[in-house]
């Protein structure tokens, strides 16, 4: 049995933070956000009875009209998001209920911007295993939610958004074929959410502290983000004897366009073989790779190969290497 993504759909709220928006919350230039990280605009969640569950059900509902496919067949539903809802239920488990999975379980992911990558993987198996027939993976993350508009450091970086794939097996040759997964904890403490766990409970003093927002030492993240995203798209196509001219797209998540650049370059993929959106919605976290996945549907073709790749807290990295199933045309 071989997993393989069959479908795929995406979400975005409708609001949109402007870099030109920024300068005026913010001691920062629409030029320093676009040269230091391509990211033009993002979009942002504001109603705030809304949660990422809400854009996770919004996704999968879309994928659902799109491949046919009845909520009650969902078998499995996993979430990879560093937003959940709330810290329990899973926010899995939120979705399956509002999109009317009753059939299904659930379980969120916790890998950060890698954390869609994770999901394809863990998700792959049960396909692959034969005890799951159709599994829906998604990636989405209301960052707006942690991020502290008075720091400039970070609040340029991110946005909301969520997408969701559907994996299924494949009689054939097409599917996930390889991946690479890394966590190394040593790197926890550049970038993560201080507070509102089990170290820090929330309290008076964490919120004072502004520990609920994301912290990120941005340059020893973009030290290793640089050269472990490409290391591993790299060591990922040497493993399965891809050259550049094998790979139909590289995939990579969304954090700065000079890490993506700086992983393009390894790989010796055309720049035109990339697919990147961060101009469009910065780093959306879990939601990125699929995102781009749902951007670029209607260009991919059965038989396609395409090297996956994210960077991302933890620290986490990795890469998958998928035969694209189906024709996206279609
Ligand atoms: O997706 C998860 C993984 N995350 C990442 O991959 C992010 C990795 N890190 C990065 O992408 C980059 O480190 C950033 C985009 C976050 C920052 O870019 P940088 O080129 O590393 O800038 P820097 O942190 O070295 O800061 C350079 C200068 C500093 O000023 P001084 O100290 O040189 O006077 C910053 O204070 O730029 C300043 N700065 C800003 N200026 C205007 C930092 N943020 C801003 C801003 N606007 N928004």
Redesign the pocket.
Known sequence: MAAAITSVAGYLPEDRLTNKD?EKM????DE??RT??GIEERRILKDPTKATSDMGAEAVRALCSKSGLDPTDIDLIVCATVTPDMLFPSTANLIGHKVGATKAWGFDLSA??SGFLFALKTAAQFVENGTAKNVVVVGADKMSSIVDYTD??????FGDAAAAVLLQNDEGDCGILDSQLYSDGSGGDY?CMPAGGSLRPSSHETVDAKQHFIF?D??P??KA?VTKMADVSYEIMQRNNLTADDVAWLVP?Q??L??IDATQRRTGVPKDKVMINIQKYG?T?AATIPLCLHDWESQLTRGDNLILA????GFTWGSVYVKWAYDGKK
């Open positions: 920024l913010v001691d920062t230039s320093w956000i230091r990280t950060a911007c400039r450091t970070t609040c340029v970086l970038l990120q941005g340059q993240v973009f983000a998540h954090a700065n000079r890490i780093n976290t994210a960077f991302g807290g």
